[in-house]
């Protein structure tokens, strides 16, 4: 069950690292990659206890589906990016994808 939670908490350094690498973008000051590093490793030490029980592919999957699923929302919430709805049905079926992967796998 742990592996699960590492897992979320990978996903979320995914997604947040995103976000830090879209600030960085937008004003780019030699500090702004500080959280970039810090965020991302957050996420891979994360993965990596996720992968002590879970399966490479599974865990691999899962992280980077809820990453970019995440990324897809937050550029959508917080930078304005477009939010048609072909677009959030293709995110909807990674979020299906990797529920099944857990349901399944």
Request: charged share 10%; net charge positive.
């Amino acid at each position: 069950m742990m592996a699960w939670f590492y897992l979320f908490l990978a996903s979320l350094g995914e997604i947040f690292g995103m976000m830090m690498i879209n600030l960085y973008l937008a004003d780019k000051r030699g500090w702004r990659l500080i959280p970039v590093v810090l965020v991302f490793s957050f996420g891979f030490l994360f993965l990596s206890l996720a992968m002590r029980d879970l399966p490479m592919g599974t865990a691999y999957a899962i992280w980077t589906g809820f990453g970019a699923a995440g990324a897809v929302l937050v550029g959508i919430l917080f930078f304005h990016e477009p939010a048609g709805w072909k677009r959030l049905l293709f995110i909807s079926l990674i979020i299906i994808g990797a529920a099944g992967l857990k349901l399944f796998g």
